[in-house]
């Protein structure tokens, strides 16, 4: 039905690439190294009964890249913006993360705040609560997550993704305008279609 195009952002270290890796290949990337520049990967999911292509980029969170990193920010459509549980610097971050996200990608961008490193809880120096209270204030949706378990790896994409769809379906989200993220897929073009052509072969009114 649709392409959504993702972005994964956060500080370097906070568990982006194996958060990518475990959505796509369902296991725990070993020895990650930093990402430099920007990685790529895609997967297509199932959403309500419809098909959704994820087109997802993985930014590298060092500084020295920022500036390419920037660059692919323009018309996504969704991001996971990562912390890591266990480093408070990381979350002390994500208020810049957020606003370079909807500055330079779109203001209407849905973004799921993902706690990442769930299984290492106790090193954990964010609170659950204290990071809820900041995804409120945000308007971002929440989860915490492992990319080394899997827990709710594939439900952040998912969810995300969700809500783009909700946002379509409701009007909130234009697919055809410039810069969406969204790219329609063959079944929703025949649907597209679908009321022109019935229009064209039904019978006219004879107005007698
Ligand atoms: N325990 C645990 N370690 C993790 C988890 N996710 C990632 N790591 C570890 O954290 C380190 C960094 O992971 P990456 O995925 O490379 O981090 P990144 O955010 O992509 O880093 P940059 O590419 O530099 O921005 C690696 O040593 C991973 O093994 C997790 O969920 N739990
Ligand atoms: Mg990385």
Request: hydrophobic share 35%; glycine share 8%; with cysteine.
């Amino acid at each position: 039905y649709f392409l959504f195009k993702f972005l994964v952002i956060g500080s370097a270290g906070t568990g982006k690439s194996c958060l990518l890796h475990q959505f796509i290949e369902n296991k725990f990337k070993q020895d990650s190294n930093h990402t430099i520049g920007v990685e790529f990967g895609s997967r297509v999911v199932n959403v309500g009964g419809k098909t959704v292509k994820l087109q997802i980029w993985d930014t590298a969170g060092q500084e020295r890249f920022r500036s390419v990193t920037r660059s692919y920010y323009r018309g996504a459509a969704g991001a996971l913006l990562v912390y890591d549980i266990t480093s408070r610097e990381t979350y002390n971050s994500l208020a810049a993360w957020l606003t370079d996200a909807r500055t330079l990608a779109s203001p209407n961008i849905v973004v799921i705040l993902c706690g990442n490193k769930k299984d290492l809880d106790p090193e954990r120096e964010v609170t659950f609560l204290e990071a809820s209270r900041f995804a409120q204030e945000n308007e971002l949706m929440f989860l915490e997550t492992s990319a080394l378990t899997g827990e709710n790896v594939e439900e952040a994409f998912l969810k995300c993704a969700r809500t783009i769809l909700n946002k379509i379906d409701s009007g909130e989200l234009d697919p055809e305008r410039m810069g969406s993220g969204i790219q329609y897929g063959d079944a929703s073009l025949r649907q597209l279609r679908q009321p022109r052509s019935a229009q064209a072969v039904a019978p006219q009114p004879c107005g007698c």
